[in-house]
Nanobody, 121 residues
Framework: QVQLVQSGGGLVQAGGSLRLSCAAS????????MAWYRQAPGKQLELVAR???????NYADSVKGRFTISRDNSKNTVYLQMDSLKPEDTAVYYC???????????????WGQGTLVTVSS
C-alpha cells in the first residue's frame, strides 16, 4: 500500500510563514511529479505548485514569489514553504504524487489527507 502523509499547517497571521510537508511511504519504486493543491471554502480545487522528478517547478500566479515547492527524493518527501501569507491563502491544502509501485511498476496517483491553513487578517 502506498500513501502520502501530510504535516504542518495551522493558524498564522497575515504576512507570516508556514511550511507543509508530505511524505510518501509504502512499496515505492519511484515518484514522478509531486504537487500541492488547495481548496478554499466554496471554491474549486486549484493547483498551487508542481515539481517534477528533475525538480522543475511551476506555480499558480497567485503564489509566485511567495511560495516555494521543493522535494527530497531520498526521503520521498515534498515541501511547500509559504511566506508572506495572505487571508486569501486560507484553504485545505492537499499534496499529490504520481508514484510508481515497487512490484507492478504501475503508476498510481495518490493524495494526502489534507491540512487546513488559516491566515488571519
Amino acid at each position: 500500500q502506498v500513501q502520502l502523509v501530510q504535516s504542518g499547517g495551522g493558524l498564522v497571521q497575515a504576512g507570516g510563514s508556514l511550511r507543509l510537508s508530505c511524505a510518501a511511504s509504502g512499496s515505492i519504486r519511484g515518484i514522478n511529479d509531486m504537487a500541492w493543491y488547495r481548496q478554499a471554502p466554496g471554491k474549486q480545487l486549484e493547483l498551487v505548485a508542481r515539481i517534477t522528478s528533475a525538480s522543475t517547478t511551476n506555480y499558480a500566479d497567485s503564489v509566485k514569489g511567495r511560495f516555494t515547492i521543493s522535494r527530497d527524493n531520498s526521503k520521498n518527501t515534498v515541501y511547500l514553504q509559504m511566506d508572506s501569507l495572505k487571508p486569501e491563502d486560507t484553504a485545505v491544502y492537499y499534496c499529490n504524487a504520481m508514484i510508481r509501485r515497487l512490484v507492478s511498476f504501475q503508476y498510481l496517483e495518490v493524495w494526502g489527507q489534507g491540512t487546513l491553513v488559516t491566515v488571519s487578517s
